[in-house]
């Protein structure tokens, strides 16, 4: 006997529904964060690593790849804008508080890079191309 698929069976989505909220908001809030930067000075070279919504959807954490003062000022300033922006471009039952943070997995990431670095300088491994051996 082949069973079908019953029509009150559900099948779990791909992903939950926080994590594809998070992905649109990340992409709307990357391209928003790209033009307003020709405009801002204080907006270029930050980049929009991920973005952690509440399930309720009242707030978003915004991770940036750096967050200097400056940066963080004038996101501050562009906060109303950019929550306009994805109340246009997204359905959502509330358009969340948006909040910038700094990523801590780069800082991580950049400590890690370091570690190895200096295990590499402590073992004499390869030195990098273009240094003179002495």
């Known amino acids: 006997?082949?069973?079908g698929r019953r029509s009150n069976d559900k099948s779990p989505a791909p992903y939950p529904r926080t994590a594809r909220v998070n992905q649109?908001?990340?992409e709307i809030v990357a391209d928003a964060l790209e033009r307003l930067s020709d405009i801002d000075d204080r907006l270029r070279m930050i980049?929009?690593?991920s973005v952690d919504t509440a399930p309720d959807l009242r707030q978003a954490i915004v991770y940036l790849s750096s967050l200097s003062d400056e940066a963080a000022e004038a996101l501050?300033?562009?906060r109303v804008s950019l929550q306009r922006e994805?109340?246009?471009q997204v359905r959502l039952k509330r358009t969340p508080l948006l909040v910038f943070k700094s990523d801590p997995a780069v800082a991580a990431g950049f400590q890690v890079e370091e570690v190895l670095r200096r295990l590499r300088d402590i073992e004499g491994g390869d030195e990098p191309p273009g240094d003179?051996?002495?």
């Open 1 to 3: 006997m082949v069973r």
């Open 86 to 88: 994805i109340g246009r």
């Open 76 to 78: 501050d300033d562009e």
């Open 132 to 134: 003179d051996a002495r």
């Open 24 to 26: 649109v908001l990340r």
């Open 47 to 49: 980049t929009v690593t």
